[in-house]
Structure formats: structure tokens, C-alpha cells
């Protein structure tokens, strides 16, 4: 009997056979593996929010440190310099205690309390922005030394709480991808053993005949491929309409105005990517794994 090798229109339709024919396993493996990666791409997007977020506050927060009451103006425009040498710091823009109060009052305009205030009852002040926000708690210690800084204003709690969000959400979306990619590639050999287990004396009279082991083990590659993709693509929209319902609830709470959400849009591509293959990784290497042990007849 001559076997058609590379005959892969028969291959995709005996892996769709074998996904009819154990519907119940199939469904429970494409419905594990989408719950799989729907929780690793949740935990992928929180991170990546974070990451986003914290760039947004590099970009627009600043440390502001205020001079010494003792210096006079000249004496305090002498501190750029030392600022400036502090290794974080990206720029500093001195504002005089005029310029704060012009500032002020403009800003508290509505309110005749706060105008014609005098403006000794400000200090000279350097707004700073950092390069990374990441060393903000180092780069306020610094600052805090140099002579003439008498006080330093940052939000070192926002911050913080930002970066320890971020790297958590990393840290618990790596080790979900190990975990997750494991119960799924174990879901899809069992899926793959049911199918082989029932066409064993199948194989078994294939072998017999001449069938090469590569020509018995497509079918079943096909089958976890086609189960892992279809996953994937399911898992994708669910995920794009959780994100979507999401970032619908966090645009109508002024609560978390703080936090920058990124356009799903502008990820699409790369989670359909990841997403896909990771759903042909763990279909594929699933069979493969499972349909070893069958061909030793």
C-alpha cells in the first residue's frame, strides 16, 4: 500500500474528524486554553498600561524644590547648576517667588482672599523633571543635600504605588504564562490521547502496512494546530471587548484620571500575535507530546 506523504488536504480533514468525533474534549480544551490566555493577556495589558502610565509621569511630573529663605535671588539661580549635576535630573527651571505668586493668584483669581498677597511669603523654587521616575526617592535624597535646597516637594507615594502595580501585574503575568501554557499544553494531550487511544488499532494496521510515523502523526498535529488557533482567535475578541468594556468604565471615573489606558487598537497586532502563537505552540506541542507513545508498536 503506498502511502500519499505530503497529502496535507487529507491531514486537515482527519484533524477536523478527530475534533468532531471527541466534540465534548475538544470543546473543554479550546475553552481552557481561550480562559488561559485571556488571563495572561489581562495581566499583559495591566502591565503595559503601567508602563505607559509611568512614562506619562516622567514626562509631566515634577519634583519641586524650593530654595533656602536666606538666599537672595542671584544666590538662588547659582543652584541650577548643582541641580542640573545631579545624575536623574533631565531639566530644572527656576521660578522665583514673583513668578509663583503671579502663578498663584492667578490660579485662585475667583477668590479675593488670595490676591494681593505679598510674594515674600513664597520662596524661590526649581521645578525639575527626572528621567526616569523609577529613581525618584534617590534623586529627591540628592537634591535634598545640596546647600541652599531647603525642602523638596514629590509625590513619592503616587509614584511608588505606580511602579509596585507594574512590576506585580509583570511578575504575576510571566509566571501565568508558564503555569497557563503547561495546563493547556496538558489539556490538549488529553484531548489528543482520547483521539489516539480510540484509533490505536487504526495506527497499529497503518504501522504494519508501511505508514510512516510522520504520515500517522499529522492528523493529530492538524487537530491540536486547528483547536489552539480557533482558541486563540476567540480568546482575542473576547479580550479586545473586555479591554474595550473597561476602558469605558475607567473614561466615566474621575478616580482614575491618573492612569493612562492605552487604545486597544494600537495592541491589536501584537496580541493576535502572541495570542495565536501561543494557541499553535501549545496545540501543536500537545499532540505531539501525546502521539509519541502511540507510535511505538
Known amino acids: ?12 480533514k482527519e484533524g477536523i474528524r478527530g475534533i468532531f468525533l471527541h466534540g465534548l474534549m475538544s470543546s473543554a480544551a479550546v475553552c481552557s486554553i481561550v480562559a488561559c490566555l485571556l488571563i495572561m493577556g489581562s495581566f499583559t495589558l495591566v502591565a503595559v498600561n503601567m508602563n505607559a502610565t509611568l512614562s506619562k509621569m516622567e514626562q509631566e511630573n515634577e519634583i519641586i524644590a524650593y530654595v533656602d529663605e536666606s538666599l537672595t535671588l542671584d544666590q538662588a539661580k547659582t543652584l541650577e547648576a548643582n541641580l ?3 545624575p536623574n535630573v533631565l531639566s530644572c527651571t527656576f521660578v522665583s517667588r514673583d513668578d509663583a505668586m503671579k502663578d498663584f493668584a492667578a490660579e485662585k483669581q475667583e477668590n479675593s482672599l ?43 507615594d503616587i509614584s511608588k504605588g505606580f511602579i509596585t502595580v507594574r512590576n506585580i501585574a509583570g511578575g504575576v503575568a510571566v509566571i501565568l504564562i508558564v503555569v497557563l501554557l503547561v495546563i493547556s499544553v496538558f489539556i490538549i494531550s488529553n484531548t489528543t490521547r482520547m483521539a489516539t487511544f480510540s484509533r490505536r488499532e487504526e495506527i497499529a494496521i497503518m504501522k504494519m502496512v508501511g505508514a510512516t510515523n510522520w504520515f500517522i502523526r499529522w492528523p493529530f498535529i492538524y487537530e491540536g494546530l486547528i483547536l489552539g488557533v480557533f482558541a486563540a482567535i476567540v480568546a482575542f ?7 474595550d468594556a473597561i476602558v469605558a468604565a475607567i473614561s466615566r471615573s474621575d478616580t482614575m484620571s491618573l492612569f493612562v489606558v492605552l487604545p486597544f487598537q494600537h495592541m491589536a497586532l501584537s496580541v493576535v500575535e502572541i495570542f495565536i502563537a501561543t494557541g499553535f505552540l501549545v496545540g501543536v506541542g500537545g499532540s505531539m507530546m501525546t502521539i509519541r507513545k502511540f507510535l511505538r508498536v
Open 114 to 156: 488670595f490676591q494681593n498677597l505679598p510674594s515674600k511669603i513664597l520662596r524661590h523654587r526649581y521645578h525639575i523633571r527626572m528621567k526616569n521616575i523609577e529613581q525618584m526617592n534617590a534623586t529627591v535624597s540628592q537634591i535634598k543635600q545640596i546647600k541652599g535646597i531647603s525642602s523638596v516637594s514629590a509625590l513619592l
Open 237 to 243: 475578541f473576547l479580550q479586545w471587548g473586555i479591554y
Open 1 to 12: 500500500m503506498k502511502m500519499k506523504k505530503y497529502n496535507f488536504g487529507y491531514f486537515f
Open 84 to 86: 542640573k549635576a545631579v
